[in-house]
Each structure stands twice: as C-alpha cells, then as structure tokens.
C-alpha cells in the first residue's frame, strides 16, 4: 500500500518526535476504519532521555489508537443497535477512533469531545477519511443538548480520572465504556459486557495486562 501522509497533522508533531510522519494506516481490529497515526515504523526505542520526558509532559494520546479504543469500536460496528438513530458524545476522543465508528453504525449525530487540540484536529482529518462528519468539543461540560449515549475508551489511564464516571452517568442513560488499565474496576451504575484482546496501534509494546480490554455498560443500551 502506498504511504499516505498527512502533512497538516505531521507539522503537529513536536521536535522529540521531528522524524516522525503523520500517515494513513489500515486499522487491524476495528472493521475497515482508517486512521491518520504515527507511522508504525517510527524508531521508538531510539528516542533520548529528553524527548521521552517532552513526550510524558504532553503526551500525543492522538498518534495511536489505543487498544480500548479498537475494541469499543469495533464492538459498536459489531452492535449498531447501541447507536442507530442516537445522539453519542464520545468522552476523550483521542483519533476519534469510537466516534468515527459510531457515525458508520448509524448514530443520528456524533461529538467528538477532547481538551487536546491536536486530537480534535486529528478527529477532523480522520472523519473525512472515512467519509463521516464528526461535531467537535473542547470542553465536556459545554455540549449543549440531550445525548444519548456517552461513549469512552481508555481514559483511566489516570486513576485521578475515576471521578469522571459519575458525570459521565449523569450527562445520557445510557454510557459504554472501554478499559485496560483499571483491573479493580468497581463502580455501582457498571456492568461488564466481556473481554477482548488488542494492541495500542502502532503497537507500543505494552505489557499484556493492557491488550486485555474490558468493555463496561451503563444504562439501557438497546
Ligand atoms: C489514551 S487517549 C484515548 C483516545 C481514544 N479514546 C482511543 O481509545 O484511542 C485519552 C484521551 O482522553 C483525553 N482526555 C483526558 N481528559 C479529558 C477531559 N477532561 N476532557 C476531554 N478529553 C480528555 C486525552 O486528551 C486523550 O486524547
């Protein structure tokens, strides 16, 4: 295939990561979606002490699909019942791999919502790869409107965000979420839904306790 790079998204990249590119790759577990992502055979074991600590000061989320996010994805295209017809705000968007997913189900309207510009830019560029149209949102608590259902996919990456499942239950009734990173997951509104396995793509080699993806419901999905 062809390298596709997307140089307004590359220009987003910051000097740690100068050699990197921006590129349009075949996702390997979410059903046919696209997304613009580091390339897969950026050196990354090459980068310096001080390009990793710029890298951990603002983290590019929005470079990899993360394995949570394959999964719910492609259990929602597996499922399009959960989001015909609905208005889905998709909480901590990252590549926009859930809610591009969503919009191809059939969800009447879909809000990309992350407070990272960058990945808003990349949720753009990467619904109009796979010809869907996307609202955007910086900010969680300004999306005016009802929604139907909250979708989420590996925001627990910081145990400080826990809190932010109870307003994710009090903004829609009905919220799906998806998660490798808490395994003492306990939350009252939560039921689980199963296990899938996944990579962060490009696979960031992460231990295999993370590509064991949890997917937890809230509310009534069908
Ligand atoms: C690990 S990424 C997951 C991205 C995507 N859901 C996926 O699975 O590939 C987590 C994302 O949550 C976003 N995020 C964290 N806190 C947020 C908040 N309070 N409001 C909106 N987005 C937030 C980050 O900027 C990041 O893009």
């Known amino acids: 295939m062809t390298r596709q790079r997307n140089p307004a998204l590359s220009a987003r990249l910051p000097p740690a990561l100068a050699g990197g590119s921006i590129e349009a790759t075949a996702l390997p577990g979410a059903g046919g979606i696209a997304l613009y992502l580091l390339n897969a055979d950026y050196p990354q074991w090459e980068l310096d002490g001080d390009a990793v600590r710029a890298l951990m000061d603002k983290p590019l989320y929005w470079v990899f699909c993360w394995a949570a996010g394959q999964v719910l994805a492609s ?6 019942q959960w989001v015909a017809g609905r208005r889905v705000l998709d909480f901590g968007a990252g590549s926009g791999v859930v809610a591009i997913a969503a919009a191809r189900a ?43 259902l909250v979708t989420a996919a590996d925001v627990l990456y910081d145990r400080a965000n826990l809190p932010w499942l109870d307003r994710l239950c009090e903004r829609a009734p009905a919220v ?6 808490v395994r003492d997951f306990s939350h009252p509104s939560f039921r689980r839904l199963g296990e899938w ?26």
């Open 106 to 148: 059939g969800a009447r309207e879909v809000v990309a919502c992350d407070l990272d510009p960058d990945a808003l830019a990349a949720c753009a560029e990467n619904a109009a790869l796979n010809g869907v149209s996307l609202e955007l949102a910086d900010d969680f608590a300004a999306v005016e409107g009802p929604v139907d």
């Open 197 to 222: 396995e996944a990579s962060t793509w490009p696979d960031l080699d992460e231990s295999p306790a993370f590509r064991r993806v949890s997917l937890y419901a809230a509310g009534m999905l069908d």
């Open 176 to 181: 799906l979420l998806g998660d490798s990173r």
């Open 75 to 80: 259990r929602i295209l597996a499922n399009p």
